[in-house]
């Protein structure tokens, strides 16, 4: 079984702080998404991360996966108050064809207080 | 597009008792996944269908839990009998899967189910 730590498990910051949480795993991923989950609802893609040491950028969002594809960090700059919710790694295992289920950490709880 | 559909939202029974959970992919989707998710283990991955065939089930907990995808437009999840360790939120999503390997999961809202 494939496992993705995520690390913190619960961070609570000040509105306009930075921050970074971050996915680990010991096992080689093909690709690697991240998710945002709010309160009574299911986790909203944010982005998709292919190639070893790749960087992408969403707005306040900085992505980045490890040279190795074992791991990825998320950087959120100026924290807002919208940005809280549970952010979730999922990583998947298959390079090409048919669907394998994404394996999920178990998250990151994020409070961005105004 | 309405998204992924699940039906109920809350789900409220007693042990012992047949619980069905529904969901309606979205039109065009070839994949459907099935998800539990609890505080203590996360989200975890209990079955998915490609273009209608169980692929997985090995995340399915044990022979109470069984799920069906009789057509592109309808799956149901069945828990029978129901014990009060399933309590949790099921989500359903869907996706169209192409020979990339990369997909996008459209997650629904979930069903809340509490086994009194």
């Known amino acids: 079984t494939q496992l993705l730590e995520q690390s913190p498990q619960f961070l609570s910051i000040q509105e306009g702080e930075n921050l970074t949480v971050y996915c680990n795993s010991s096992?080689?991923?093909?690709?690697l998404q991240w998710y945002r989950q709010e309160p009574g609802e299911g986790p909203v893609l944010l982005v998709t991360?292919?190639?070893?040491?790749e960087v992408k950028k969403l707005k306040r969002l900085t992505f980045q996966f490890g040279d190795a594809r074992k791991d990825s960090s998320l950087h959120i700059t100026a924290a807002q108050p919208g940005d809280t919710g549970l952010y979730l790694c999922?990583?998947?295992?298959?390079?090409?064809?048919?669907?394998?289920?994404?394996?999920f950490g178990k998250g990151t709880h994020l409070i961005i207080q105004p | 597009d309405a998204g992924v559909i699940q039906s109920p939202r809350h789900e409220v029974t007693e042990m012992g008792q047949e619980v069905t959970l529904r969901c309606k992919p979205i039109?065009?989707?070839?994949?459907l996944f099935w998800y539990r998710q609890t505080m203590m283990r996360g989200l975890e991955l209990l079955i998915y269908?490609?273009?209608?065939?169980?692929?997985?089930d090995s995340g399915m907990p044990e022979d109470r839990f069984s799920a069906k995808m009789p057509n592109a437009s309808f799956s149901t999840l069945k828990i029978q009998p129901s014990e009060p360790r399933d309590s949790a939120v099921y989500f359903c999503?869907?996706?169209?899967?192409?020979?990339?390997?990369?997909?996008?999961?459209?997650f629904g809202p979930g069903t809340r189910l509490t086994v009194t």
């Open positions: 999503a869907s996706s169209l899967v192409m020979g990339t390997g990369l997909y996008e999961q459209y």
């Open positions: 096992s080689v991923f093909s690709s």
């Open positions: 991360v292919v190639t070893g040491g």
């Open positions: 999922a990583g998947v295992s298959r390079s090409g064809g048919g669907a394998d289920g994404l394996t």
């Open positions: 039109s065009g989707h070839n994949s």
């Open positions: 269908f490609n273009n209608n065939v169980p692929i997985d």
